[in-house]
């Protein structure tokens, strides 16, 4: 069979940009190195628990509810998912107390209200400042965007009032929220509330985040709601290859790519570990930059000054996983979602002071044997150091405490109710999912750069996931492999595609 596209891995960014092309007639076909598809939003299963392996939160899953790109995605696959809504969204455990956060902005703000009457006001301003901002770019939906110059007439020409709508809200869209924080919130409290919530979000505090980027979690979050997938992460991963398979496209699972083929300075196809030589025209590689770039090219497949330049974009941390089987009894009143924060002297982006929690079985019981749940816990830990040796085991046992002293804030006799333990460590992360030192994606503080684009110097290779534009997360990496997929057919095919 002769290919029009090649994607390397089936992460959430490849198979968005692969069944997306398949879906527009290209013959694709995804290369995926793991047993397993998904990437960093795999899941996986031991002993009857079924485990999300990273991504637990979610909004915009359902028909018409939001924003989401992956939505957007599946509407045009043909593919839906079963999705329950809840809140609160989850809890916040700070060393002073506990304290429900909710969808619902208004309801929010009343809790904070308990707390510093003076900060809900501030939140609000903070909120009133950063919501235009999200109801402006909801008018220009992101399945229809493309990644090179001719995003310009498709934007000029379909969606006008909606970039007018957007020109007040310019120099929002280049900022970081850390400079919307300073100007309305002046309340330590909930400075610091805005500082977790820009952490969970992109890995960096708001001063290192951008302002579009909490402005879609806040519309999203308040405007479309919270929701979990039935079946979890796997749910969606299972949804985007049936509609890859649907319009013709192809995965093949333990087929780990060793090489890009280059000649002459144009793609001509991969080289699998096993020797197989497959070729393609377009290659879009849904690995890591830094992966992409050291692993899969030659050196002398780059110039020189860009690879260097490349290689150079800080990394987010890794993480300690702590994935839990525990008996249920007892705990009817239990919440999904929890985020302990151990000590306020500390930064929050302190290896194993902010610890995240996930308990997804509360909204779907099939996740675990009956009268059972399942925990997902996760905190930053840094990917130097570590290595397989003799103290191995003991290391991972001694930082995953962080993680067990969290939970006890959640469910106190948790250890005693644990039939499954599984701990992941940075080591883990990179060998499953084949990511440089077990990383999240680039560091890139606000103002200080941009996420790389889907293009590269070589022709016919191109790049999708949390390591280019727009970033972190399932519905950033979700646009990556739309403005992919878009840019590699003209606009006629896409406005054909969209009926606009």
Known sequence: MSLDVIVIGSGIGGLTAGALLARYGKRVLVCESHAIAGGAAHSFSRQGFHFDS????YCGLTPGSGLNPLQQVLE???ESLQAVPYDPLGHYHFPEGTFPVYSNAERYRQTVAKITPQ???ELEKFEKRLLPLYESLREIPTIALRADWQI?????GKYLPSVLKLLPHLKTVQASVGNVLDREVRDPWVRRLIDLECFLLSGLKAHG???PEVAFMLGERSRAGVEYPVGGSGAIVDALVRGLKRWGGELKLNSHVEQILIQSGKVTGIKLKNGEVINAPVLISNATLWDTYTKLLRPEDLPLSYRQQSLETPAVDSFMHLHLGIRAEGSENLTGHHVVVHDAS???TEPGNTCMISIPSVWDANLAPEGHHVVHAYTLEPYEGWQRDEGYEERKKERSQSLFRALERVISDIRDRVVLE???TPLTHAYYLRRYQGTYGPAIAAGQGTFPGTQT?????????DSTMPGIGVPAVAASGILCANTLVTPQETAKLLKI
């Not at 990273?54 to 939160?57: K, N, R, V, W």
């Not at 310009?152 to 000029?156: D, E, G, T």
């Not at 110097?457 to 996931?465: D, N």
């Open 457 to 465: 110097p070589i022709s016919g290779l191109y790049r999708v996931g």
């Open 422 to 424: 599984l701990i992941g």
């Open 54 to 57: 990273g991504p637990s939160f």
């Open 76 to 78: 045009l696959l043909g």
């Open 346 to 348: 500390k930064d929050i």
């Open 152 to 156: 310009i007439p498709v934007v000029l």
């Open 119 to 121: 900060g809900a006001r």
């Open 209 to 211: 985040t951008i302002a």
